[in-house]
């Protein structure tokens, strides 16, 4: 299993705070022979409808190109093992405001948005709320 990302915890408050209710953390899903691991997976408890989330760090580090790089690509590899497994629970990314309203809100950013179908959840992590979801 891997390493918890620095905002795993607080992405899982910040849910908890908007309604939903964590099920599972690292769940698993299998693409091919090989394991990968989406970082929550929530129920909204005023329904049945269940999410996955999957939180990423591309705000404070040495470089935010290469981590929206990785992040993107971990995200639309995560999406296609989901798909293959015939599993219709929608994948939401969750980043930071800062990196919202810094690389994603850039030329490159908006363009990879919408070029890929990102769905983001948008978090504060000092008040550890959402702040905004993109579906």
Do not use: C
Not at 11 to 38: C, H, M, P, S
Not at 87 to 92: A, D, N, T
């Amino acid at each position: 299993m891997p390493a918890k990302d620095r905002y795993h915890d607080t992405v899982k408050r910040a849910i908890e705070k908007d309604g939903w209710k964590i099920t599972r953390e690292q769940v698993r899903v299998t693409f091919e022979d090989r394991y990968l691991w989406i970082d929550l997976q929530a129920q909204k408890e005023s329904s049945e409808q269940i999410i996955l989330v999957e939180v990423k760090e591309v705000e404070d580090v040495a470089s935010p190109v290469e981590a929206l790089a990785n992040a993107v690509g971990k995200y639309l590899l995560y999406k296609l093992a989901l798909k293959r497994a015939g599993s219709g629970i929608p994948l939401f990314m969750a980043i930071s405001e800062a990196a919202y309203n810094g690389i994603m809100q850039s030329g490159m950013g908006s363009q990879v948005m919408a070029e890929f179908q990102l769905s983001l959840v948008v978090f504060d992590p000092v008040n550890e709320v959402i702040r905004q979801w993109i579906p």
